[in-house]
Every structure is written in structure tokens, then in C-alpha cells.
């Protein structure tokens, strides 16, 4: 198994760096990769996870940390491994702890902690099985819901129900975000009651098309629901209670945005199309971390299946992302054999 020390040993010669004022390739001293530019500079180091002796990365999907710093990484399981568990947890230094969750091979997606109760509980979107898991965080089943038949447009007839991430209000009420199904997003109270649906399938304001991705953010005076609509390649902001406040869309800087993060004023956004964005509080891009874009080509079309094959200092396909307790990066991307860069901050 290729390790992290001879990874970084071989592509350290190589530097490329993209940022939304400019692209530029820099070397630091220690012929690091460096990407991005002013306060948002930071040292790429690929591969900073990797997975335990016996396992095979599949697509890495989901990404979350607890208060006391572990990392959640949920992946698909590729076909060659000999460990089954989707979901594998680190210490915040990257040192494999445990790994469990057999049951979300294949359909690993959306992953989320959520302190309820003085606890911390995982969130787990399952699109092989269409549910909505809550475990510990050793993997103990507490709740889960299946095909939302108390949802008027789900009852009336059956339509797809393919769940790929949550998003939890201050008062617990949470969003379940239909992004692989039929489009809808779904609110629910803190105790599973139906509430209603934010917006619908569409086009036009207001509308929907693969709600990839959730966020409530709490930046502003009020909280917002901000909606990552990857089918119509934008964001679009809501009320809690769903009236519908602004669409932002920008095709050549927030491409086709996957999930939110936020910390402190700035808010992180995994962006399909090769890069990783940091929105402000307006959701105006002012970083555009590791653009690889122009080496990729459309979406999806590059997957390499060799680590050699990868463009260092590049994103290809990033599908979650969140800030760690420290103020790194971490990011997932959507790949054969999965992709675990971590974005260490560079003091400015």
C-alpha cells in the first residue's frame, strides 16, 4: 500500500495553485504544494487519510468531526477490499481508530455529527438503501426512516426517494435533501414530524434540481437555509419555514456546489467541478482552492483509477468538505479510488 510519506515525496516537485484573483504555481521552501492566496493559502497534502491495512477506498463521500477532534470519512468500499466497513474514523492527527458500518457499503453519502441529548450521534444518508440513519459514533442504530410516505408528494404516488444529505436547524428541526430522487427538500421537527417541503422540483426560483447539499447557516442576524441546487449549477438561500430569499449563480466560479461548512464569517463549499470553494457571508466566491478545471474537462470524464494519474495540487471531482477543529481543510472528492487532501492553513 502506497503511503502518505511517499506520496508527498513524489509529487513534491510539482506545484500548481489556483485562486479566485489569479492562478499561480509556488514553491515553498519546503516544496510543499501550496494553493489558493492571502488569508485563504494553504499547504495541499494529498492522501492525508488513508485506509486501514485490508481496505480499498471506493467513492470517499461524507466527512464529519466531533467535539473531540475524531474524523468520520464515509465512503462507498471498493470492490477489491477485504474490509467491508463504510465508515472509518480517525484521531485529528489522521491515525486510523476504528472502522464499522458494513450495512452502509455502497450507499455512504451525506455524514453529519449532531450533538443531541449530550450526546454526539452521526447522520447518515444511505443511497443504496434510500434512508436516513442516526447511529453513536461507534455505529449503534438509534433511529432511521426509509421512504417518506407521510410527505403528500410522496404518498400520492411512488416516486424515488434517494436522500443525500441533513441539515439541522438551532432548534433541532432538520432538512432531509431528495438530491438523487425526485428533487424535494423535506422538513422535519426535532422529532421526526413532517413539517413540509422547501420549494420543489424546477428551474426557476424557488426550484429544485438535485439538492445535492444542505446548510443552516447562522452567520447573519437570522438563521438561513442555504441550499446547494447542483442540477441547476447554484445556491439558493430560504427561510426556515421556506419562503425562498436569493438564487446566487455564478458558472464560472461556483460551478456545481455539493454541501456547505461553515467557521467563523467564512463558509466552505465542496464544488463538483474540480474545486473547492470559500463563500462570504453575501455567498460571493473569494477563494478557488486547487481549480482543476481546465486539466480535467467535463465533470466526471477524468477518474483516474492510479494514484500517478492524479494532477498534484488539483481537485478533480470534490463531493464533501469541512473545516476542522483547527481551522484546516479537509476534503473528499468522488473517485473510483477515493481521495482524502488535507488543506493545512498557512499562517498569513
Not at 424546477?202 to 437555509?225: A, F, I, M, Y
Not at 481549480?291 to 492510479?306: I, T
Request: proline residues 5%; glycine residues 12%; aromatic residues 8%.
Amino acid at each position: 500500500m502506497q503511503t502518505r510519506r511517499s506520496f508527498v515525496s513524489q509529487v513534491a516537485a510539482t506545484v500548481a495553485v489556483s485562486s479566485i484573483s489569479a492562478p499561480f504555481v509556488r514553491a515553498a521552501s519546503n516544496r510543499a504544494l501550496v494553493v489558493g492566496s492571502g488569508e485563504h493559502t494553504y499547504e495541499c497534502v494529498h492522501d492525508w487519510l488513508l485506509p486501514p491495512e485490508g481496505m480499498v477506498w471506493g467513492d470517499t463521500h461524507g466527512l464529519a468531526q466531533d467535539s473531540q477532534g475524531n474524523i468520520y470519512v464515509g465512503h462507498t468500499v471498493h470492490a477489491s477490499s477485504m474490509r467491508p466497513e463504510a465508515i472509518v474514523v480517525y484521531d485529528s492527527k489522521g491515525k486510523f481508530i476504528r472502522a464499522f458500518g458494513a450495512e452502509f457499503r455502497g450507499g455512504a453519502h451525506g455524514l453529519d455529527v449532531r450533538k443531541e441529548g449530550g450526546s454526539e450521534i452521526l447522520y447518515h444518508c444511505d443511497t443504496a438503501r434510500s434512508r436516513v440513519v442516526k447511529t453513536s459514533l461507534k455505529g449503534e442504530v438509534l433511529w432511521s426512516h426509509g421512504y417518506p410516505k407521510e410527505t403528500p408528494s410522496y404518498a400520492e404516488k411512488p416516486i424515488n426517494f434517494i436522500p443525500t444529505n441533513v441539515a439541522f436547524a438551532p432548534n433541532g428541526d432538520f432538512y432531509v435533501g431528495d438530491g438523487y430522487g425526485s428533487h424535494h427538500m423535506l422538513r422535519y421537527s426535532a422529532k421526526g414530524k413532517f413539517l413540509g417541503e422547501i420549494g420543489k422540483p424546477g428551474e426557476g426560483d424557488g426550484e429544485l434540481k438535485s439538492p445535492h447539499g444542505q446548510w443552516v447557516d447562522t452567520r447573519g442576524s437570522e438563521p438561513v437555509l442555504v441550499i446547494a441546487d447542483r442540477g441547476n449549477r447554484r445556491v439558493q438561500t430560504f427561510t426556515l419555514d421556506g419562503k425562498h430569499l436569493k438564487t446566487i449563480k455564478d458558472d464560472e466560479r461556483l460551478r456545481m456546489p455539493c454541501h456547505f461548512h461553515t467557521r467563523g464569517e467564512w463558509m466552505l463549499c465542496p464544488d463538483l467541478d474540480s474545486q473547492v470553494c470559500i463563500l462570504d457571508r453575501n455567498y460571493r466566491v473569494v477563494a478557488q482552492l486547487g481549480d482543476g478545471r481546465e486539466a480535467n474537462g467535463k465533470v466526471g470524464s477524468r477518474r483516474p483509477q492510479k494514484r500517478n494519474e492524479f494532477t498534484p495540487g488539483q481537485f478533480i471531482t470534490p463531493h464533501d468538505a469541512i473545516f476542522l477543529n483547527n481551522g484546516d481543510i479537509l476534503v473528499a472528492e468522488w473517485l473510483p479510488i477515493g481521495r482524502i487532501t488535507l488543506l493545512r492553513k498557512v499562517a498569513g
